[in-house]
């Protein structure tokens, strides 16, 4: 008889800590991305570049699907400050769902102080992408702990 196993409720703690973790990540996520529109400049800019970063990771006990491979796309914006000087940055965020191709228009938002410093503006390559994903994982996670107190408890 195993002491230990994944349905055991000493992990509920650990996946209730681990809930709140991300749903605070998921408001420090927010809480930037609602600085950057308050004090940041807004202005169009376009996709000049995308580049597909693949991971293959090579599964070797698994018979149906050996090999399990991903793609997640990061896009290259160009756009003019308002003094008129030409940027062009890498966004920091990555995702497998982009649909927005090359030569497309997009709204960036930028630092005044820093224009390398920008990022586009909304979508599934923003910020609120991936602020609902950590608020949507986190939540399951810190509600499966407060539902193991109420058992331990009640």
Not at 6 to 14: D, I, Q, W
Not at 88 to 108: A, C
Not at 113 to 142: E, H, K
Request: hydrophobic fraction near 45%.
């Amino acid at each position: 008889m195993y002491w230990f196993h994944f349905s055991s409720e000493l992990l509920m703690p650990f996946f209730s800590l681990l809930g709140l973790v991300l749903i605070y990540f998921g408001f420090r996520t927010i809480r930037r991305h609602r600085y950057r529109k308050r004090h940041w400049v807004r202005t169009k800019g376009q996709i000049v570049d995308a580049h597909i970063e693949v991971d293959v990771d090579v599964v070797p006990f698994d018979r149906d699907d050996p090999v399990d491979t991903s793609y997640t796309r990061r896009l290259k914006v160009r756009f003019y400050t308002t003094s008129g000087e030409v940027v062009e940055f890498w966004n920091p965020y990555s995702t497998n769902l982009s649909f927005n191709r090359v030569g497309r228009k997009i709204n960036v938002l930028y630092n005044p102080a820093n224009p390398r410093d920008a990022l586009i503006a909304g979508g599934v390559n923003g910020a609120g992408c991936l602020a609902v994903m950590l608020f949507l994982i986190g939540v399951p996670f810190a509600l499966s702990g407060v539902f193991a107190l109420l058992k331990f408890f009640l």
